[in-house]
């Protein structure tokens, strides 16, 4: 890492880290490397105690939006590597037993304190009964999710690709939320995410989109918040 250096004509440090590109690490890692040791919210996962910069995000829109409330039972999924259930944990106090957390991920996860993990795709059809035994039977209060496929550094395939991710999870949600529940996701600005929206009104009584300001403002991703659901017939 290079040195630190004085800002032009103001007396004042430069204190951003710069990376020098070591022999075999590719110019695209040196600078996600650089950006990472210089990002606010990586610092402030740290120093708080979770698991990536993305649960600012929820912090965010949960702040703005006052969705989690003790006692609701949450469903996470794509869950991995957890920030997400972590801060809701908190919020729903699963740790005094008042609320309930699901973090659901294809891939093993590190245990969470006061999170129930389910290890399985939620696009299998023998999930919804997973997540209901988990929850007792119970209905879920919320789904959220924070999932993206990988990067195919195509951008209207990655597009397509996670619009694809959410119209699944909206398929589960469908089928596990409490009336009055909501819906929380992740997309990337393409097109598609306005037929998403339409698809939603069909079920919720509020729908939005959601730009966290710890989005990096250099990436097309959005959430869209689906709130008041109406229920399905049994």
Same mark, same amino acid.
């Given at each position: 890492?290079? #040195?630190?250096?004085?800002?032009? %004509?103001?007396?004042?440090?430069?204190?951003? @880290?710069?990376? !020098? =590109?070591?022999?075999?690490? !590719?110019?695209?890692?040196?600078?996600?490397?650089?950006?990472?040791?210089?990002?606010?919210? /990586?610092?402030?996962?740290?120093? +708080?105690?979770?698991?990536?910069?993305?649960?600012? !995000?929820?912090?965010?829109?949960?702040?703005?939006?006052?969705?989690?409330?003790?006692?609701?039972?949450?469903?996470?999924?794509?869950?991995?590597? %957890? #920030?997400?259930?972590?801060?809701?944990?908190?919020? @729903?106090?699963?740790?005094?037993? !008042?609320?309930? /957390?699901?973090?659901?991920?294809?891939? $093993?996860?590190?245990?969470?304190?006061?999170?129930?993990?389910?290890?399985? +795709?939620?696009?299998?059809? &023998?999930?919804?009964?997973?997540?209901?035994?988990?929850?007792? #039977?119970?209905?879920?209060?919320?789904?959220?999710?924070?999932?993206?496929?990988?990067? =195919?550094?195509?951008?209207? =395939?990655?597009?397509?690709?996670?619009?694809?991710?959410? $119209?699944?999870?909206?398929?589960?949600?469908?089928?596990?939320?409490?009336? $009055?529940?909501?819906?929380?996701?992740?997309?990337?600005? %393409?097109?598609?995410?306005?037929?998403?929206?339409?698809?939603?009104?069909?079920?919720?009584?509020? @729908?939005?989109? @959601?730009?966290?300001?710890?989005?990096?403002?250099? &990436?097309?991703?959005?959430?869209?918040?689906? =709130? #008041?659901?109406?229920?399905?017939?049994?």
């Amino acid at each position: 890492m290079a #040195g630190k250096s004085r800002g032009k %004509g103001s007396g004042h440090r430069d204190l951003t @880290v710069r990376v !020098k =590109t070591a022999k075999g690490r !590719k110019l695209s890692s040196t600078l996600w490397l650089q950006r990472q040791l210089n990002d606010p919210y /990586v610092l402030a996962a740290q120093r +708080d105690g979770y698991r990536s910069r993305a649960v600012y !995000k929820l912090v965010e829109i949960n702040d703005k939006y006052r969705l989690l409330k003790p006692g609701m039972k949450v469903l996470d999924l794509g869950a991995a590597p %957890g #920030g997400w259930s972590q801060y809701a944990a908190k919020r @729903v106090r699963a740790g005094q037993g !008042k609320g309930q /957390v699901i973090a659901l991920d294809i891939n $093993e996860m590190d245990d969470i304190p006061n999170v129930d993990f389910l290890l399985c +795709d939620f696009e299998d059809p &023998s999930s919804d009964k997973m997540i209901l035994d988990a929850l007792n #039977g119970y209905k879920a209060d919320c789904v959220i999710s924070d999932m993206a496929a990988p990067s =195919t550094g195509h951008k209207q =395939t990655d597009h397509l690709r996670i619009i694809g991710l959410c $119209e699944a999870a909206l398929y589960t949600a469908r089928e596990i939320l409490a009336p $009055e529940g909501f819906f929380l996701a992740k997309v990337l600005q %393409g097109g598609s995410e306005r037929e998403l929206l339409n698809d939603l009104k069909k079920d919720f009584t509020q @729908v939005r989109h @959601v730009k966290p300001k710890s989005s990096r403002q250099d &990436s097309s991703e959005l959430y869209v918040l689906a =709130t #008041g659901f109406r229920g399905r017939d049994e």
